[in-house]
């Protein structure tokens, strides 16, 4: 039995695929080589930073699977907020897979999902994606009603300090979001 051909995150057609029964892969569970974390997809557990594990095992099951909200911000390092799960979105027409713990799950809008996503390559064979900084604080505020209003406000303030950032980016950025774009630019008016 041998994982090589394999992602670091997989799924068990992905397995099949590479020569493994059924059988096997539990096996495999069984002496620790490997890690069940979803309805399908496993891990190798020492492949893959703890960080991004939820993450890179609800992409081998959805590939586009994005880091949102708090998460991304800590990724960011515009919150010390520790979030109990990873926060992870989702198109609102694709469906959720099953059996994940430790994953908040959020749907967002097919016409605006893309916007401010970026891949990251986090181990051999696995890119996951992640909303950037600045899609990260228009989502804050945008969903500040879920979030709470200072994870926005705080993220925004780190996020000012760094050197190259563009209020008026930010801005442009928050375009499409109508709820998001008159209460950014009230914080920053008041920030700056």
Known sequence: MTLSGLAAAFTIEQARA???????????????????????VYLQPEAIDPQFAALAAVTAARAEATMCLT??????????????????????????????????????????????????RIAPGVV??????????????????LEGRELGHKALRRWLLRPGTSPARLLQAAAPFPKAQPRLRHALEVLL
């Open 18 to 40: 590479s020569g493994l029964r059924k059988d096997q892969l539990y096996q495999m569970v069984r002496s620790g080589d490997i890690e069940r974390v979803g309805r399908g």
């Open 128 to 145: 996951v994606g992640i909303y950037s900084a600045e899609r990260s604080i228009i989502d804050a505020f945008r969903l500040a009603h």
């Open 71 to 120: 998460s991304a911000l800590a990724y960011h390092e515009l919150s010390d907020a520790i979030p109990f799960g990873t926060d992870i979105a989702l198109p609102r027409s694709i469906r959720r897979p099953a059996g994940f713990e430790h994953v908040i799950w959020h749907s967002f809008d097919g016409g605006t999902f893309s916007n401010g996503r970026e891949t990251h």
